[in-house]
């Protein structure tokens, strides 16, 4: 059984960082794409980063771009979204999902169609 867990969120000042992680346990992560979305309060979700393992294409939300890096340890089995000069726009609940493989264009395709952690909540405020 795969499971997916995220941890690292909480609250933090604008300007601050974060590291968010996603532990996979039941498969090696290797064989899949990770993705980080997000969903704030009355908003719908929006893909933030992504990471094809095979050919290490990334991709990024325009909005955070030059802020978020995404990586993973395979030894750990973890994927980490590392978050700085974080904004109050960026408060949401921050989920991780393990989807197939796709690329398009030397980017990481984003697809929810996958498993699913039970997401990690981040708080940006004064």
């Known amino acids: 059984q795969v499971q997916l867990v995220e941890s690292g969120g909480g609250l933090v000042q604008p300007g601050g960082s974060l590291r968010l992680s996603c532990a996979a346990s039941?498969?090696?992560?290797?064989?899949?794409?990770i993705n980080w979305f997000r969903q704030a309060p009355g908003k719908e979700r929006e893909g933030v980063s992504c990471?094809?393992?095979?050919?290490?294409?990334?991709y990024y939300l325009d909005s955070v771009k030059g802020r978020f890096a995404i990586s993973r340890d395979n030894a750990k089995n973890t994927v980490y979204l590392q978050m700085n000069n974080l904004k109050p726009e960026d408060t949401a609940v921050y989920y991780c999902?393990?989807?197939?493989?796709?690329?398009?264009?030397?980017?990481?395709?984003?697809?929810?169609?996958?498993?699913w952690g039970q997401g990690t909540q981040v708080i940006v405020s004064s």
């Open positions: 990471l094809n393992p095979r050919d290490g294409s990334t």
């Open positions: 999902s393990a989807s197939i493989p796709i690329s398009a264009e030397g980017m990481c395709v984003m697809t929810p169609l996958g498993f």
């Open positions: 039941g498969t090696n992560l290797d064989s899949y794409a």
